[in-house]
């Protein structure tokens, strides 16, 4: 055992130094990135006209994926139907800025590649963790931290196969290496066995879905601070960083920032059930407004917020943005400060 | 146009998008049609200036920035201790920082969740939640039964829109639309020669599911909770607790409790016996297992029960925890003559996890004067190079209690309720320990040492366990739990349900029909644009066979 818990940390270890060149590429994807953005912007006008200048033919497939979908599967039907398929300029000449990012460089399959391969030893010190203690590994703050991490991460790998969301590696890596380090460095603990509050089927399924929901909440957050940066780029007509426009466009980032914050949300409902029923077996009381249940209930409510706020004029857009940042924010405030510094049943920190 | 539910707004918006199709101008004008509509309420007088309270409270912006304050109004509840959670650490906070405390409590702060500021908030929330919901679901029934709304005029500025020419008749186009449009669960209605169709009612529903769900908590909270109590007491090894208020050590009855709501039972504690590990590089000690074997009687009834952390058990409408654990010393003192005039066990506080725990002990009759002792016990006691002892190990392999006594006055007659753990030393003297120049007593199990001045003496008798266990009442949990899973469910419904609108048009052409395909998205609605797609391809092939016959 005390062998296992030691291959962990060295997987730790080795897994950071990989995210550390990981970050690096993709950090230097986004820089390279820049100088080709500058070309794309000047080029952009161009093209726009260009797709301007075609409108009138019946197909427009110079740009808009969907319109070379439809096109295709029109002929796709194959069964002789004449079908000519319109689509609006306007519609053709916003896909310009709000689809795929362009200008991704060759740092980026590298960076991309060597973050699957921390996280597979990521994976491994959490695996080799949870033998080595014989239960599950999300027991105390190092445990949390190491297995929320790897969530993360997960999340972010698992939705590039979904979506390209490759320009979030920089945030993501860092992010991760940045939480690995501290909790590694500050936050460990050898395995110990649990004291008897925590002796429940409700720590497997409670603490796993909280991790999962802070995994979702941290890219939902990258996803918010990414539209920021593009929104503020396109009001002020200023360089400021310019990888930002290779970003798709503010209001795609804010729709998908949206679509990952409610999968978070929903979990995190679904975390602050479950705490409430095993608060009730541990503590004789479901709700007793203890220093972890008000954070958690806190988060809660400004995600609610956050979704509401998407549904509220005048909230949309940067506004919820800054939400769900802040939301996220508190997230992480309840894992290290009402951890570590507040005092209240929840003393499972293992510091 | 049909009216508007408060999730309409974007929909309102959407609608407008006949007019405008950015999402930026949208916003921006959004802003200023709230602006407006705000401004223009006309005067009205007292009924008008209460509608428009209304409609400002149960607004969605409204909604919004009470969610955004309740967040904010729970904050300081985390940062001092309070009264409901924590009741001694309001006590410290207020030696510790005497101004600062008056302060806070003229403001509540201590009692933060039942404060006048915190209720005001969730009650105005929920009012405009109650406000909210009641339009929406008498509107979401009407719509539920009515049919999907008339097409409008021009599709060209709506999501997804597509034309596609076909060779068929208008008739036949529409009725293969239709029959696709069913097969893919639309509800779907024919005004001229077009079709209009919905589908998703049941994200409203989950939506309004949710909200109502919200009131549920609530409400249940409110009203069952009134009949809902809690009571704590230590139980002593071989001390046999009976269910009556005089009982109970402390007892916190809900708003509708009268006594007789409790149900005679008697609880007694057979034995506790704790597991310890110990990590031989750290030398922590870790706590694994504590277990309370107690004997219940029920009805004259008599049946063997465990209790144990996490695992609480069920008696008689009540629910009994296992909370808390230590020792209880039981102490003799002597008078001069060698007379007992006090031999009980006396419960100890643990202090540390090595179960170093404090204790008073009040001896009130049978001696000249009252005596007032304060102990220490540590069970694995070791003596510190200073002198001082400690407790090494949370098990009795090495029991020892110190004790510093006190007498005069203990203040137990005058009518004033004494906490039973704290001795007020203020008017007593010390007789040993401290500065009186007699050492504190010291006592191993079995051993006994005379107080000064001939008073009489001190035994250390035996060392039986105690256990502090909670006994709660609450009827707000099956609601509590129902609602809560209705939330997780209409979340999971209203989030993942897209509902949307599509509408086809077809007008005769000269060698076939023109047909034009739109969507609108209720909410958001990610999919719309694949979807309105997907529709004009499968339309499209079930069109070709028409053509072959
Ligand atoms: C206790 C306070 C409230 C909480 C915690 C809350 C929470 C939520 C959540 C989590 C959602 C998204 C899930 C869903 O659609 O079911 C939502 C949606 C919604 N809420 Fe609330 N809500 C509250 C009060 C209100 C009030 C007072 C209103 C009306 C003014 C309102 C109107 C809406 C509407 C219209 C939506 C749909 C938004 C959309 O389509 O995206 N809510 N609410």
């Known amino acids: 055992m005390e062998n296992l818990v030691a291959y962990s940390l060295v997987a730790v270890y080795s897994a950071m130094g990989v995210y550390t060149v990981a970050f690096i590429l993709f950090t230097l994807d986004l820089a390279k990135r820049s100088v080709a953005a500058t070309d794309a912007a000047s080029a952009a006008p161009a093209e726009a006209a260009a797709v301007a200048s075609s409108s009138s033919a019946t197909v427009t497939a110079a740009s808009g994926s969907s319109a070379t979908v439809t096109a295709a599967s029109g002929a796709g039907s194959a069964s002789g139907v004449a079908t000519t398929i319109e689509r609006p300029v306007t519609a053709a000449a916003s896909a310009l800025s709000t689809d795929g990012p362009v200008g991704a460089t060759r740092f980026q399959k590298a960076a991309v590649a060597l973050a699957a391969l921390g996280w597979l030893l990521h994976l491994a010190a959490v695996l080799t963790r949870g033998v080595a203690a014989e239960r599950v590994p999300w027991a105390n703050m190092f445990e949390f931290g190491l297995t929320a991490t790897a969530v993360g991460m997960g999340t972010f790998l698992g939705a590039l196969l979904w979506k390209d969301v490759r320009y979030l590696g920089a945030y993501i890596s860092g992010f991760t290496l940045l939480a690995l380090g501290i909790v590694t460095v500050n936050f460990y603990v050898d395995v110990v066995p649990l004291p008897p509050a925590l002796q429940s089927g409700w720590l497997v399924i409670h603490v796993l879905v909280a991790v999962l929901a802070t995994g979702f909440f941290a890219i939902g957050a990258g996803l918010s601070i990414m539209q920021l940066l593009r929104s503020r780029a396109a009001a002020s007509k200023a360089e400021g960083l310019r990888f930002v426009q290779t970003l798709p466009g503010a209001s795609a980032l804010e729709s998908l920032a949206y679509r990952v914050n409610v999968v978070g949300f929903v979990f995190w409902t679904f975390t602050l059930i479950a705490g409430a029923i095993w608060a009730e077996r541990a503590w004789g009381r479901y709700w007793g407004w203890d220093t972890k249940e008000v954070w958690t209930f806190i988060i809660w409510t400004l995600f609610a917020g956050y979704i509401h706020a998407r549904a509220t004029r005048g909230w949309r857009g940067d506004r919820s943005a800054w939400l769900a940042i802040i939301g996220f924010g508190a997230v992480i405030f309840n894992y290290t400060v009402v951890n570590l510094f507040f005092k209240g049943l929840h003393a499972y920190s293992g510091l | ?549």
């Not at chain 2, 607004?59 to 985390?78: D, N, Q």
């Not at chain 2, 006590?91 to 920082?97: H, L």
């Not at chain 2, 696709?180 to 009612?201: F, I, P």
Request: one cysteine or more.
């Open chain 2, 1 to 549: 146009m049909e009216p508007l539910r408060p999730s309409d707004h974007i929909d309102a918006d959407a609608l407008a998008a006949e007019r405008a199709a950015e999402r930026d101008d949208q916003e921006a004008s959004g802003d200023a049609r709230g602006a407006s509509a705000a401004i223009a309420q006309p005067a009205l007088g007292a009924v008008g200036w209460l509608r428009f309270a209304w409609r400002q409270l149960t607004s969605m912006r409204t909604a919004l920035v009470l969610l955004l304050l309740l967040a904010v109004a729970a904050i300081p509840g985390s940062l001092v201790p309070q009264r409901s959670a924590d009741p001694n650490g309001v006590v410290q906070y207020r030696e510790d920082n005497p101004e600062l405390f008056d302060i806070l409590d003229t403001l509540q702060v201590f009692d933060t969740y039942t404060s006048v500021w915190f209720s005001a908030i969730y009650l105005l929330l929920f009012v405009s939640l109650i406000g909210c919901i009641i339009p929406r679901t008498l509107h979401h029934a009407r719509a539920l039964r009515s049919a999907p709304p008339k097409t409008p005029a021009r599709l060209g500025r709506l999501v997804g829109y597509r034309t596609m020419d076909a060779p068929a008749t208008v008739e036949q186009a529409l009725d293969a639309a239709h029959a696709e449009l069913r097969r893919r669960r639309y509800r779907v209605a024919r005004y001229g020669d077009s079709l209009s169709a919905e589908r998703g009612y049941l994200r409203e529903t989950g939506n309004l599911v949710f909200h109502m769900a919200l009131v549920g908590v609530l409400a249940t909270i409110g009203f069952a909770g009134g009949f809902a109590y809690n009571g704590q007491k230590v139980l002593v090894q071989d001390q046999t607790f009976v269910n009556q208020l005089t009982s109970y050590d402390s007892f916190n009855p809900g708003r509708f409790f009268d006594d007789a709501r409790l149900d005679a039972y008697g609880i007694r504690l057979d034995e506790f016996s704790a597991e310890y590990g110990l990590d031989q590089t750290t030398g922590i000690v870790q706590p694994l297992d504590f277990t309370a074997a107690v004997t219940v009687t029920e009805n004259g009834e008599q049946r063997e029960r465990v209790i144990k952390v996490n695992e609480p058990i069920d008696l008689a409408g009540t629910r009994l925890y296992l909370l808390g654990n230590g020792f209880a010393p039981v102490v003799t003192v002597r008078d001069a003559a060698g007379e007992v005039v006090f031999s009980e066990p006396v419960a100890f506080l643990p202090q540390d996890a090595n179960l170093t725990s404090l204790g008073i002990i009040k001896v009130p009759d049978g001696l000249d004067e009252q005596l007032g002792m304060i102990g220490f016990f540590y069970p694995s006691a070791l003596p510190l190079e200073s002198g001082a002892l400690t407790s090494i190990y949370p098990e009795p392999d090495q029991p020892v209690l110190t004790l510093n006594a006190f007498t005069g006055d203990l203040g137990l007659d005058d009518g004033v309720p004494r906490n039973a753990y704290a001795l007020d030393t203020d008017d007593l003297e010390q007789i040993t320990g401290g500065d009186t120049g007699t050492d504190s007593l010291v006592l191993g199990l079995g051993q006994s040492a005379d107080l000064p001045n001939g008073i009489g003496s001190v035994e250390f008798t035996a060392l039986p366990r105690f256990v502090s266990v909670d006994i709660h009442h609450d009827p707000t949990q099956a609601g509590v739990l129902v609602s809560s899973l209705l939330i997780l469910g209409g979340l999971v419904v209203s989030l993942w349900v897209p509902r949307r609108r599509m509408w086809v048009t077809a007008t005769a052409t000269d060698d076939g029909v023109r047909l034009q395909y739109a969507g609108l998205a209720r909410g958001d609605d990610p999919g719309l644009e694949q979807a309105v797609a997907d529709l004009a391809d499968a339309h499209s092939q079930r069109l070709a066979p028409t053509l072959e016959s």
